[in-house]
Nanobody, 128 residues
């Protein structure tokens, strides 16, 4: 039974940093799975932020965060991270961790419908 639990959200001023974590349960280090971060701001559609394979390969970012956010994973702990630097007010959103068994096609990795498992979300608020 797969569970995802996010943590690390909070309030920060523009230009600041936060590190999100997503603890996963139900995967093993021998599984192949895809991991991603999504976000949804009030009144907006959910958007893919970053994705990574369980072995740390094939990293992808939306253009909106390239150069500012870094996705990583700790396979020993089976934990996903998102380091967010140079935060902007437009980064304010609920951030969700998502996972799916298997390695997804490149074009599907930032698409929400590709993922079966989701965390409950952690709120990130950036004030200008």
């Amino acid at each position: 039974q797969v569970q995802l639990v996010e943590s690390g959200g909070g309030s920060v001023q523009s230009g600041g940093s936060l590190r999100l974590s997503c603890a996963t349960y139900g995967f093993t280090a021998y599984d192949q799975f895809s991991l991603a971060w999504f976000r949804q701001a009030p009144g907006k559609e959910r958007e893919g932020v970053a994705a990574i394979d369980s072995d740390g390969g094939r990293i992808a970012y939306t253009d909106l965060v390239k150069g500012r956010f870094t996705i990583s994973q700790d396979l020993a702990k089976i934990t996903l991270y998102l380091q967010m630097n140079s935060l902007k007010s437009e980064d304010t959103a609920m951030y969700y961790c998502a996972a799916q068994f298997g390695w997804l096609p490149l074009y599907d990795r930032l698409t929400g419908r590709s993922y079966k498992y989701w965390g409950q979300g952690t709120q990130v608020t950036v004030s200008s």
